[in-house]
């Protein structure tokens, strides 16, 4: 049996486990694994700071719904990852996070780059380990890319000792990973669809709440199928776009803090809420004790620690989303469901007068609208782009505004709200789907955050789209001020920010702008075919804010609307 | 209602396994009362008693959530199940020598054992449930205290008396 060195075991279990690129920064002590790396076909991504790498792995996971890997150095090379690795924990993404370490010899010494990154990763990741044994490596990588990829994904960091990744051991392919402690339900109780089939038989005002879950899963078609066979309206969160056709007369718009009129009256009038994939966060849910008041909570979810968290629900179903809605509608095809009550055509007509009543509207004016640049950006590409967006505003502008159709097309972060999460986001997206067009949809405060991975895009030909909603200030939280803290504008307003175009320009980048709405088309239609990177900088309206708004801690129903 | 409830947790034997749980506990702000960690007789599993406080909603998350680490192989909730519970308490009081012969009377109804003796205190040893060692810890104080040892409380499911 051959021998391989620590080093070349991880690359060849990286490739036994499908992957062909990886993102990611050198350092000290993980030289080994560079050196065999330039040996080898895998494909790395040289970022420029490893929270990028971290983000760019992720995106690159979404996107194309494999595990996104990422190796760094020890140190600062692994604290740098902890912000992209909890933006991943939140989201349940599958990534692979490996981390060089001081000799296991200095470990505990305060050695130089020396931090115990799996000690600060444990709260952040699905699972961490440190490997000590070189023996022990090629089991490790398997076991780690089972747990990111199984059950509820997540983010799995690997600690590797750079005496561990020198020496040598005879290498044999491990077997299936069997851990007695860890077996996700992914088939879930039939008792309880047969309730759950039942409830939908006698419900008037059925609801589908579909989230993240249908995403990962790629619970789409089975979620559809769903929604059209039984006239079952569809809202979902901010993580669930793209899991249910936004163009669908079913679809509401998304729910919550910045939903639509029609999907949160609907939460807050439905006598059934069919809950896939989601965990009922705060900005959904509103004040939990008024959330869906009149409805029946079915919940399905493959992790039955969402269940019964922050709401009480009836009737809790633990699988996977897309093997649940393939048993839900198989069983409904052998039911008689009936003939459609006039009821629940009372509440789809209800539905659609919400939606006449109240739609999702702007004031245009003679400055450029944020709004206004997404319509018209989602016009342009046709509503094909994939979409990753920073956070604030532009992040919600984007999930109100473009209408997605595809489970990975919308690309941001939800649960931690990570600022400077797009534009490493779009390297990644766009490695993993080169013939697409990716736009990270910006705000002029989150696009400094991790500016420098143009550079990224400029070097590999990654040609990923900038919108700046350029507002001069920290938009939400200036919107947060003004509607709630009487305008006191504390450190909200950028005094200074750099010239986006000559940026974009010295990065080997294209730039443009617009200050006036006549020239917004001509701005987007001219990236949008550019070849290389380009920043586009769209001079927005000051003091715009999202609407509706529910405010923190208030009932759902009770949104400003202007 | 909150409500006393004492888990029984199998784990892997690995280093980091007790931070992860020590962790989740301070992390989502769940409550620790005692906790006790030590091999069990398969040399890779260790067995973790722990009480805990909460009302149901809270319990329930304490148990999937501490299910839902990767090292956790089994959480059972001995709480409203028949099981036995112990717990080893060393004490050091206060043994001048009008109250020796009380204080050894008081040991002697409780079954405990003196394990030291000084010109004015014993190193008591006791064994029991909450309640005795409670009952034991009362009766002591008046004579004064000087120390405690606890090792936190232990427990096992009682077999099904019925099947045996």
Redesign the interface.
């Given at each position: 049996m051959s021998k391989l060195t620590g080093a070349q075991i991880l690359l060849r279990m990286l490739k036994e486990e499908g992957v062909d690129t990886i993102f990611g920064y050198p350092g000290g002590v993980v030289l080994d694994i560079y050196d065999e790396l330039a040996r080898t076909d895998l494909k790395h991504i040289l970022v420029r700071h490893e929270q990028g790498a971290v983000h760019a792995a992720d995106a690159y996971a979404r996107a194309s719904g494999k595990v996104g890997v990422c190796l760094v150095t020890s140190g600062p090379g692994a604290t740098n990852t902890v912000t992209g690795i909890a933006t991943a924990n939140m989201d349940s993404i599958p990534i692979v996070v490996i981390t060089g370490q001081v000799p296991t010899k200095l470990i505990g010494n305060d050695a130089f780059q020396e931090v115990d990154i799996?000690?600060i990763t444990?709260?952040c990741t699905?699972?961490n380990y440190?490997v000590k044994d070189v023996k022990d490596l090629a089991k490790t990588i398997k076991e780690a890319f089972h747990?990111a990829r199984s059950g509820r994904p997540g983010p799995v960091l690997i600690d590797l000792p750079k005496d561990v990744s020198i020496s040598k051991t005879s290498f044999k392919l491990p077997d299936d990973v069997q851990?007695?402690?860890?077996n996700p339900t992914y088939v879930p109780n039939r008792k309880q669809l047969l309730k759950v089939v039942d409830m939908i038989k006698k419900a008037k005002k059925p609801l589908i709440f579909s989230g993240g879950g249908v995403i990962l899963s790629r619970a789409h078609k089975e979620l559809a199928e769903l929604a059209k066979k039984n006239k079952i309206p569809v809202t979902s969160t901010l993580m669930g776009l793209g899991g249910f056709s936004g163009m669908d007369p079913l679809w509401l718009g998304m729910l919550g803090m910045h939903g639509t009129y029609r999907a949160n009256m609907s939460v807050s009038e439905c006598d059934l809420m069919i809950a896939v994939g989601v965990r009922f966060d705060d900005r959904v849910t509103g004040k939990t004790d008024e959330f869906a008041p009149y409805a029946k909570i079915v919940q399905i979810d493959i992790?039955?620690?969402s269940i019964?968290?922050n709401i009480?629900v009836h009737v809790p179903v633990v699988g996977d989303c897309k093997i649940s809605l393939e048993l839900l509608n198989q069983m409904i095809d052998h039911e008689d469901m009936g003939e459609l009550k006039p009821e629940h055509q009372q509440w789809l007509d209800r539905i659609d007068n919400w939606k006449k009543t109240t739609p999702q509207v702007y004031d245009q004016t003679d400055v450029i609208k944020p709004q206004y640049v997404i319509e018209k950006l989602f016009e342009l590409t046709k509503g094909e782009a994939i979409i990753t967006t920073e956070v604030g505003q532009n992040q919600m502008w984007a999930a109100q505004y473009y209408h997605f159709t595809q489970p990975g097309q919308f690309i941001s972060s939800g649960g931690l709200g990570t600022m400077g999460f797009g534009l490493p986001a779009a390297v990644g997206a766009q490695v993993a789907a080169p013939d697409k067009l990716v736009v990270d949809i910006a705000g002029d405060g989150s696009i400094q955050m991790n500016i420098q991975e143009m550079a990224t895009a400029v070097q590999y030909n990654l040609p990923v789209k900038v919108v700046i909603l350029n507002n001069g200030f920290l938009g939400m939280v200036r919107q947060w001020q003004q509607l709630f803290y009487d305008k006191c504008y504390s450190s909200t307003k950028f005094q200074h920010t750099p010239d986006f175009v000559k940026l974009a320009e010295a990065y080997g980048a294209v730039g443009l702008r617009a200050t006036k709405p006549e020239e917004v088309e001509k701005v987007l239609k001219e990236g949008i075919v550019c070849k290389k990177a380009v920043i586009m900088d769209f001079v927005v309206e000051p003091e715009e804010c999202v609407y509706p708004m529910v405010p923190a801690g208030a009932p759902i129903s009770k949104m400003l609307l202007v | 209602m909150t409500k006393k409830h004492i888990l029984s947790i199998l784990v892997d034997n690995e280093p980091g396994v007790l931070s992860r749980i020590a962790g989740l506990f301070s992390g989502r702000g769940y409550n620790i009362d005692s906790l006790c960690v030590a091999e069990t007789a398969e040399p890779f599993v260790s067995r973790i008693t722990m009480v805990t406080k909460g009302d149901s909603m809270i319990l329930e998350q304490i148990k999937k959530q501490v299910n839902k680490i990767i090292n956790v192989i089994k959480v059972t909730d001995l709480t409203d199940q028949e099981f036995v519970e112990r717990e080893l308490v060393l004490l050091k009081v206060n043994a001048k020598a009008e109250h020796r012969a009380e204080i050894l009377r008081i040991t002697d109804i409780f079954r405990g054992q003196v394990v030291d003796v000084g010109q004015e205190h014993f190193t008591i040893n006791i064994i029991g449930d909450t309640d005795k060692i409670t009952a034991i810890l009362t009766l002591l104080k008046p004579f004064g205290i000087r120390e405690i040892a606890r090792t936190g409380c232990i427990a096992m499911f009682r077999e099904n008396k019925s099947k045996s």
């Open positions: 799996v000690g444990r709260p699905k699972h440190l747990i851990l007695r402690s860890y992790d039955p620690t019964q968290k009480q | -």
